[in-house]
């Protein structure tokens, strides 16, 4: 794991990702919804290779700060950047082709196609062909066909599930279906990977399973993670660097040590002691 250093932005990164551009920048990013202030003065900086960490309290804003970032939401001020890139005039779908994928707090897959089907759905950029050729059955379209079930068969390998793609995604169980959720992100050919609580309802063995594959993924890939989670034991034992986010607002940045041992974070997740 590499050590953290400070960039211009006032923001840690990972020492190996000195010297390359961010795969991820937000300035004073903020959304309002009819006059409350949901999210404020989010600043963040992510490595190219990073795995970062977003935790806080129920009700913080860190799934608003994904839906701000993957453009679900419309910022009502701040700047976003991807690679460089200002993302402002993007919608969802330009900032998936752009660089961004990610799963949900709420499992969202097709649940009656196939595992492969459901892979092929985050390949649907990267398999071109006309309608003509498609409806014509053209030797193009077989020739992407079969690109595209290989490569799906490599990601789901990835998770040792090429066994089970044939079977309806909907009747796997829990953990699988969390395990083909980032499955089929990374089929969209991500550089940053942001995953909303991917360790919910997974036991422990799982948890620890899902931990070693994180960062399989992100040495293979050599890809930015980002995840909001509540597994403590996972977010201090896989990030890198750790946001803590108490009512829309950023009140710890640091390593793992730094936050566990932060007395603001300490108070906002068990509340201040009574004096006397």
């Known amino acids: 794991m590499s050590k953290l250093v400070p960039v211009p932005s006032k923001s840690m990164i990972p020492e190996r990702d000195l010297g390359k551009i961010p795969v991820l920048e937000t300035r004073h990013l903020g959304i ?4 409350l202030t949901a999210v404020s003065e989010f ?3 992510i490595g190219r290779t990073e795995i970062a960490g977003l ?3 129920n009700g913080a804003g860190k799934t608003t700060v994904f839906n701000l970032i993957t453009k679900v939401y419309q910022p009502t001020h701040g700047t976003t950047l991807l690679n460089g890139i200002d993302t402002y005039a993007m919608n969802t779908m330009q900032v998936n082709r752009a660089g961004i994928a990610r799963t949900f707090q709420n499992i969202r897959l097709f649940q009656k196609m196939s595992v492969e089907d459901n892979v092929k759905v985050g390949l649907h950029n990267q398999t071109p062909y006309t309608m003509a050729e498609g409806v014509l059955r053209m030797p193009r379209y077989w020739s992407k066909e ?4 290989e490569r799906a068969m490599e990601l789901l390998s990835l998770f040792h599930m090429e066994d089970m793609a044939d079977v309806p995604a909907g009747s796997l169980p829990y953990g699988a279906q969390r395990r083909l959720e980032i499955v089929r992100a990374l089929a969209t050919n991500p550089s940053l990977l942001l995953l909303d609580e991917p360790a919910a309802g997974m036991n422990p063995s799982e ?3 899902l931990m ?3 960062r399989h993924i992100r040495d293979t890939f050599q890809i930015a993670i980002m995840l909001i989670e509540h597994d403590m034991s996972l977010v201090m034992g896989i990030c890198e660097g750790i946001l803590v986010l108490n009512h829309g607002k950023i009140i710890a940045k640091g390593t793992p040590q730094q936050i566990q041992n932060d007395p603001v974070v ?3 997740y068990l509340g201040k002691k009574k004096e006397g």
């Open 32 to 35: 309002e919804f009819g006059g």
């Open 43 to 45: 600043d963040m900086t």
């Open 55 to 57: 935790i806080g309290p």
């Open 146 to 149: 079969r690109q595209a079930h």
């Open 207 to 209: 948890t620890a399973e």
């Open 212 to 214: 070693e594959n994180i």
């Open 266 to 268: 300490i108070e906002a």
